[in-house]
């Protein structure tokens, strides 16, 4: 059974760094893009980035772009979404997604159970 666990959510204080964490089972990450969305108290889930399979190029949300960096390792079949310079308008649940493309949720086949990051002093 295909399944994304994500972990290394917290609470951090502003400028702070997080790396968040994507551990796929039952299928090979690399096979497939692999995404990460977000979705804010009272908001949309919106799109943060995206990795692609076959040559790893990334996409990342305009307000994100120069802070988060997603990375792939294959060997651990994890994604990786290192979050430097954190804002509070980077409070969200964040979730990891498989097998799709673009930033519209519906676009996307598989999902994570979410893992909570809160930017606060």
């Known amino acids: 059974q295909l399944q994304l666990v994500e972990s290394g959510g917290g609470l951090v204080q502003p400028g702070g760094s997080l790396r968040l964490s994507c551990a796929a089972s039952?299928?090979?990450?690399?096979?497939?893009?692999i995404g990460w969305f977000r979705q804010a108290p009272g908001k949309e889930r919106e799109g943060v980035s995206c990795?692609?399979?076959?040559?790893?190029?990334?996409y990342y949300k305009g307000s994100v772009q120069g802070r988060f960096t997603i990375s792939r390792d294959n060997a651990k079949n994890t994604v990786y979404l290192q979050m430097n310079s954190l804002k509070p308008e980077d409070t969200a649940v964040y979730y990891c997604?498989?097998?799709?493309?673009?930033?519209?949720?519906?676009?996307?086949?598989?999902w994570g159970q979410g893992t909570q990051v809160t930017v606060s002093s």
């Open positions: 990795i692609h399979s076959r040559d790893s190029s990334t």
């Open positions: 997604v498989a097998e799709g493309g673009g930033d519209i949720p519906g676009g996307w086949h598989y």
């Open positions: 039952g299928f090979t990450l690399d096979h497939y893009a």
